[in-house]
Nanobody, 116 residues
Framework: QVQLVESGGGLVESGGSLRLSCAAS????????MTWYRQSPGKERELVAV????????NYADSVKGRFTISRDNAKNTVYLQMIGLKSEDTAMYYC?????????WGQGTQVTVSS
């Protein structure tokens, strides 16, 4: 079955960096786009970045442009989110998601906390 497992979150000071990973299994990873979302308490889930199956098409939320970079390694079935210049407003649970054969699949999330 499709599984997505995020890792790499943690506590970081404002201005710091983190790299999140999402390891995928149970489907042909190289055929599907991957998306990172985030959600803070009391707020709606927000799309952060999306990458096409080949990696040639990428889009970001305006709030993270120039600071976050999404990438993927199809040989390792893994998608990454490199985050630099972190701000307190980036504090959230970060999730990866894919849409396979008509169904959304989500990971369990990894918490990112940015202290000011």
């Amino acid at each position: 079955q499709v599984q997505l497992v995020e890792s790499g979150g943690g506590l970081v000071e404002s201005g710091g960096s983190l790299r999140l990973s999402c390891a995928a299994s149970g489907f042909t990873f190289s055929l599907y786009a991957m998306t990172w979302y985030r959600q803070s308490p009391g707020k709606e889930r927000e799309l952060v970045a999306v990458i096409s199956n080949t990696g040639r098409s990428i889009n970001y939320a305006d709030s993270v442009k120039g600071r976050f970079t999404i990438s993927r390694d199809n040989a390792k079935n893994t998608v990454y989110l490199q985050m630099i210049g972190l701000k307190s407003e980036d504090t959230a649970m970060y999730y990866c998601k894919t849409y396979v054969r008509g169904t959304d699949y989500w990971g369990q999330g990894t918490q990112v906390t940015v202290s000011s």
